[in-house]
């Protein structure tokens, strides 16, 4: 096997690393927050994997065919070929990103307020979505330590679903989130047996399942790789499969459509094709465009049909793995096995003097800037946000900074430099500061919050 990436190089664009001086002011002047930071002051840029990835020669010249019609345009019809040849789901319409398509289905299939909305875990804007159509989201995530080693650490708990909808009643659950992979797990992959076990449950009580489905391309890698029986499959044909345990999908395309804006839902029957894109129009735009050009479409349709290149694939995962390799036998503590799309550093057992409400993943964050430019974000309790009823800041089962890799982007060197801040803090640990509010906005806090350290 080859080790390099499965493409060169036709465009570049260069990236520094300023001063350790330039940093501190950097850092001081973004309130310790890394949203704040210019990217111009960022060396590599690990913040997120959503919209920053890099498109082929093939996606920039489907983009100049974009047909800019409003209704009906070709390139709709292209992306609905080829989302339904991959998912075998009839009805598509697009929509501007992932929460888009969130909150058309939610505020059309979430029908009375204090239903229930059951997820083996929702991402945030999934669950705010849901909140905000006046359901009640809940996690029904297997329970596995972050240092030991489960080929799909992403499955719902089928035996905690099956308990739930017998206690709750079917009749009070809008519908079923299958999230592959599991981005707030870690990024962790769903196995082919939890969800077609999953799909039969909802199926029992008449229950409706959804994918929400940004790295449906990773998940079927790792299904290929752990899983007993698709070692000789290819992606696309477990793709297929995987998607035949389910009504339809919700999805950001930033993801593993490897486009930099865009969203997608899908649905197998006309019905709820018809319910939810009532709410499209009015939120998104017409039902072939759905908030995006037609040069978008096109880019996406292409997009779909890479992330699904088994080389791209054993290239994108393997990048991830090789990161996690590196800060792993230097025995920095991380989610292990690492996921499709991110390291999850263990910040809890990383800095264990900072206590959870001084927020150690995020105080993580400041500290792999100032050592070498590396933008990385918390998942754990700063994101969690507080209790609206108590007030209280709610811990997290987690304390993770993420360093989330964008797609074919950065090279395996920039990977070993990003290997080398982390190795470089942990060697300083004692000497990284909790952080404190002092500015704490009300909802989704984490964006817009400033911090000084404690
Ligand atoms: C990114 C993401 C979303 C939201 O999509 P946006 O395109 O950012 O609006 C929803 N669910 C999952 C699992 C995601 O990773």
Redesign the pocket.
């Known amino acids: 096997m080859p080790k390099g990436e499965p493409f060169k190089i036709k465009m570049v664009e260069p990236i520094r690393l300023i001063s350790r001086e330039e940093r501190e002011a950097a850092l001081k002047a973004a309130h310790y927050n890394p949203f704040f930071l210019r990217s111009s002051d960022v060396y590599i840029d690990l913040l997120t994997d ?2 920053t990835g890099a498109m082929s020669q093939f996606q920039w010249s489907a983009m100049m065919l974009g047909d800019e019609a409003y209704a009906g345009a070709s390139s709709y019809y292209k992306l609905k070929e080829t989302v339904t040849d991959i998912t075998g789901y009839e009805y598509v319409i697009p929509t501007h ?6 909150k058309s289905a939610f505020s059309q299939l979430i029908t009375r307020k204090g239903m229930y909305v059951v997820s083996n875990m929702f ?1 945030d ?2 669950r705010g979505h849901a909140q905000l159509a006046g359901a009640r989201p809940v996690d029904l995530l297997m329970d596995y330590p972050t240092d030991e080693f489960h080929p799909f650490k992403g499955n719902m708990d089928t035996v905690k679903l099956e308990q739930f909808i017998n206690e709750h009643g079917a009749e009070n659950i809008a519908c079923i989130i299958m ?1 592959v ?4 797990a870690g990024g962790q992959p769903v196995s082919m047996a939890n969800i077609r076990e999953t799909y039969r449950i909802a199926k029992k009580y008449g229950l409706l399942v959804l994918f ?4 449906y391309a990773e998940n079927c890698h790792f299904i290929r790789m752990r899983e007993e029986g698709y070692a000789d499959k290819l992606p696309i044909d477990i793709a297929r499969e995987m998607f035949s345990y389910g009504d339809g999908l ?6 593993d459509a490897l486009v930099n ?3 997608l839902l899908a649905f197998r029957d006309e019905e709820l094709y018809n319910k939810v894109g009532g709410a499209v129009v009015p939120f998104e735009g017409f039902l072939t465009y759905g908030g995006l050009a037609g040069r978008d479409l096109e880019a996406m349709a292409v997009g779909l049909r890479e992330a699904l290149d088994p080389d791209y694939l054993a290239y994108r995962v393997g990048q991830v793995q090789y990161l996690g390799e590196l800060l792993r036998s230097a025995g920095v503590p991380i989610q292990w096995p690492v996921g499709g799309h991110a390291v999850f550093i263990d910040a809890a057992k990383f800095l264990p003097h900072i206590p959870w409400d001084q927020f150690p993943g995020h105080a993580l964050t400041a500290a792999l800037y100032l050592e070498g430019g590396v933008r990385a974000v918390e998942v754990g309790s700063l994101m969690m946000g507080r209790d609206p009823e108590t007030g209280e800041n709610v811990r997290s089962p987690f304390e993770f900074t993420r360093l989330a890799i964008p797609r074919r982007v950065y090279t395996n060197q920039h990977m070993e430099d990003v290997a080398e801040a982390v190795i470089n803090a942990y060697k300083r640990r004692e000497e990284i500061r909790g952080v404190r509010f002092t500015k704490e906005p009300k909802v989704l806090r984490h964006f817009t919050a400033h911090f000084d350290l404690v």
């Open positions: 959503s919209g990103q992932g929460r888009g398509a969130e991402f804007t999934t999230t992979t599991n981005n707030s929400d489905v940004a790295r919700m999805m950001s395309a930033k993801k804006i865009g969203g």
